[in-house]
């Protein structure tokens, strides 16, 4: 997580299943000078089985339920490994979240591999924020120093 505004508290949550396979959610809460309340960030990656990320994506929403205020401004970003939009559904009833290429574009975002990008496996969910221009950033340089394509959107609080 990087960001120019100050990170007054962060937890890591590891929400690795089984196996050697590690996964986690980085919750991050940011202050923004001359804004009233913290926006919360969470940072995720989460598992390439199917069972596990639906069980990753139950425990994302307890934490969001949890840990973030209701009318806080959130962000929940990262590597889903969601290929088939499954987790959609899950966040938008579980923790009304909404992913920012669905609403803008109508699908998400094509980020894997970064090369020839095929599978929608990256995403951006917020929740008390609106977005302005989410993009997919051009393949050069970014495909040379990942194999998923970046995301990029305007946040506005």
């Not at 962060?10 to 009233?36: Q, Y």
């Not at 401004?73 to 889903?80: E, K, N, R, S, T």
């Not at 591999?113 to 990256?122: C, G, Q, V």
């Amino acid at each position: 997580m990087l960001s120019k505004f100050p990170i007054v508290s962060f937890t890591n949550h590891d929400v690795s299943i089984a196996g050697p396979e590690k996964r986690g959610l980085l919750h991050c809460t940011l202050r923004i000078p001359g804004r009233a309340g913290d926006v919360h960030v969470i940072c995720a990656h989460l598992g390439l089985a199917e069972a596990h990320r639906q069980q990753q994506l139950e425990l994302l929403c307890h934490i969001v339920r949890d840990e973030v205020p209701s009318d806080a401004p959130l962000v929940v970003a990262g590597d889903f490994n969601d290929w088939r939009g499954r987790a959609h559904d899950i966040l938008a009833e579980g923790a009304s979240l909404h992913e920012v290429f669905v609403q803008a574009n109508g699908s998400a975002a094509k980020t894997f591999p970064s090369r020839f990008p095929l599978l929608p496996l990256d995403r951006i969910y917020v929740r008390n924020a609106g977005v302005h221009s989410p993009v997919v950033l051009p393949r050069k340089p970014w495909s040379h120093l990942s194999d998923h394509a970046p995301l990029v959107a305007e946040i506005a609080l």
